[in-house]
Structure formats: structure tokens, C-alpha cells
């Protein structure tokens, strides 16, 4: 067995305890987060970027529909750029989203997130070309998908009914926190497919890698939707 192939099973055990993980189901931001947040009054910088630095960290669907776009690019310019859409993406909707009190359901909009990370895995498993003999603009759909991903960091300050003294500050500094925190995870997330894509086992393993991505995604979007049905309405 190569000694890489450990690594590529385990990423392979990783993506799919992100996706059905309890704790994992509930990253919204709670507890001590949640009542500094509700407290806060005026500018917090630091903390804010903290808080979204954490968020994204912890964001187990926002990473795994990343891991999906990135799975089969290897330039650099080419990850950068199915980045910088995403994070265009979802930029808009978290600032617009937070700043209008404009959402979604929440537990709608990450069922439409968990929907997201199902397309990317078909994609990548070439489901397009072989059911209906067509590839989609890859490009459009990241930044599709990074809109709704959007709304989905919006909901989830939107429920904290953030203090308006302050809130621009606020959510901007938000919003870099979740851009650090996505390039710190990413960056992890590259070392390891790195190593990965160096071994036999990357070729002998991606379809798999990206059914287990597929079916994480399918068990998110039956939990959003079981919780919308069973009282998450409102």
C-alpha cells in the first residue's frame, strides 16, 4: 500500500464526518458568541473578524461545496479564480442580506447550500456530460452557489439582530474574518490535496472521495428540510 494512501482514505473518512457529524449540524453561532454578539454596542472589530474567522472554519457545507470546486484544479490562477467567485458571491449576500434584513428561511437557504455541494460532487463525477450530455459554466454556477452560501452567513447574523450602532463596521470586519478563515482552511485543505493528488490513490480514490462529498450533501439537505417541516417555518 503507498504510504500516502492513508492520507487520501482518511481525507476521504474526514469529508464524510463533516457532512453527518451532530455537532457538525448545528454551526450557527450560540452560546457565548451569540450573547457577545446580541450585546455588543458600537464598533468590535477584532472580534467580529474572530467570529467570521470562526464561522467559516467551522462552516463544515461552505468547505465541503469548496473542496468540490477545487478537487479537480490544478493551477493555482484556476483555484484563485473559482475563489475569488465564490467569495464575490457570498459577499454580496451576506452584506446586503445582513444590512436589509432581507433573507431566506434559514433552514431553506442551507438546504439550497447542501444542494450546492451535491451539484459540485455530480459535476465532478462527470454526472452532466453522461445523463444529459452537457457541461454547465462551472464559473456561473460558484458564483451562484457563493450567493446563496450568502444568504446563509446572513441568516444566521440576522437571528442575532445585531445593534444598528456600529453594524457596517461590524459586518465588514465579519466579512474579512470569513475570508481569513476561508483562506486559512483552504490552505490546509490544498497541503493535504497536494500530498494526495502525488499518490496512485488519488486517481483510484477521487470517485469515491466525491460520492462520499455527494452523499454528505444529500444528508444536509434531508436535515434543513426535515427541520422546515417540523416547526422551522417561521
Same mark, same amino acid.
Given at each position: 500500500?503507498?504510504s500516502?494512501?492513508?492520507?487520501?482514505?482518511?481525507?476521504?473518512?474526514l469529508?464524510?464526518a463533516?457532512?453527518?457529524g451532530?455537532?457538525a449540524?448545528?454551526?450557527?453561532?450560540?452560546?457565548k458568541?451569540?450573547a457577545?454578539?446580541?450585546?455588543?454596542?458600537?464598533?468590535?472589530?477584532?472580534p467580529?473578524?474572530?467570529l467570521?474567522?470562526k464561522h467559516m472554519?467551522?462552516?463544515?457545507?461552505?468547505?465541503?461545496?469548496?473542496?468540490g470546486?477545487?478537487f479537480f484544479?490544478?493551477r493555482l490562477?484556476?483555484?484563485a479564480?473559482y475563489?475569488?467567485?465564490f467569495?464575490?458571491?457570498?459577499?454580496?449576500?451576506?452584506l446586503f442580506?445582513?444590512?436589509?434584513?432581507i433573507g431566506?428561511?434559514?433552514?431553506?437557504?442551507?438546504?439550497v447550500?447542501?444542494?450546492?455541494?451535491?451539484y459540485?460532487?455530480?459535476?465532478?463525477?462527470g454526472g452532466f456530460?453522461?445523463?444529459?450530455?452537457f457541461?454547465?459554466?462551472?464559473?456561473v454556477?460558484?458564483l451562484?452557489f457563493?450567493?446563496?452560501?450568502?444568504? %446563509?452567513?446572513?441568516?444566521?447574523?440576522?437571528?442575532?439582530r445585531?445593534?444598528?450602532?456600529?453594524l457596517?463596521?461590524?459586518?465588514?470586519?465579519f466579512?474579512?474574518?470569513v475570508?481569513?478563515?476561508?483562506?486559512l482552511?483552504l490552505?490546509?485543505i490544498?497541503?493535504?490535496?497536494?500530498l494526495?493528488?502525488?499518490?496512485?490513490?488519488?486517481t483510484a480514490?477521487?470517485?469515491a472521495?466525491?460520492s462520499?462529498?455527494?452523499?454528505?450533501g444529500?444528508i444536509?439537505?434531508?436535515?434543513q428540510?426535515? %427541520?422546515?417541516?417540523? %416547526?422551522?417555518q417561521a
Amino acid at each position: 500500500m503507498s504510504s500516502r494512501r492513508p492520507l487520501a482514505l482518511g481525507l476521504i473518512a474526514l469529508l464524510l464526518a463533516a457532512g453527518m457529524g451532530d455537532t457538525a449540524l448545528a454551526h450557527a453561532i450560540e452560546g457565548k458568541d451569540a450573547a457577545f454578539v446580541a450585546e455588543t454596542k458600537g464598533a468590535a472589530i477584532l472580534p467580529f473578524m474572530y467570529l467570521g474567522a470562526k464561522h467559516m472554519v467551522t462552516g463544515y457545507d461552505h468547505l465541503l461545496f469548496l473542496i468540490g470546486v477545487i478537487f479537480f484544479l490544478f493551477r493555482l490562477r484556476d483555484i484563485a479564480l473559482y475563489v475569488t467567485l465564490f467569495s464575490v458571491g457570498h459577499s454580496i449576500t451576506l452584506l446586503f442580506g445582513a444590512l436589509t434584513g432581507i433573507g431566506i428561511n434559514p433552514w431553506l437557504v442551507d438546504a439550497v447550500i447542501g444542494l450546492s455541494v451535491v451539484y459540485k460532487a455530480f459535476e465532478n463525477l462527470g454526472g452532466f456530460k453522461t445523463l444529459f450530455g452537457f457541461q454547465p459554466d462551472t464559473r456561473v454556477a460558484v458564483l451562484v452557489f457563493g450567493l446563496i452560501h450568502g444568504f %446563509g452567513l446572513a441568516s444566521k447574523l440576522q437571528a442575532l439582530r445585531l445593534h444598528p450602532d456600529g453594524l457596517v463596521t461590524n459586518l465588514l470586519s465579519f466579512n474579512i474574518g470569513v475570508e481569513i478563515g476561508q483562506a486559512l482552511a483552504l490552505s490546509l485543505i490544498l497541503l493535504l490535496m497536494l500530498l494526495w493528488r502525488r499518490s496512485r490513490s488519488f486517481t483510484a480514490h477521487a470517485a469515491a472521495a466525491n460520492s462520499l462529498i455527494m452523499a454528505a450533501g444529500m444528508i444536509l439537505i434531508g436535515y434543513q428540510l426535515s %427541520g422546515y417541516f417540523l %416547526g422551522g417555518q417561521a
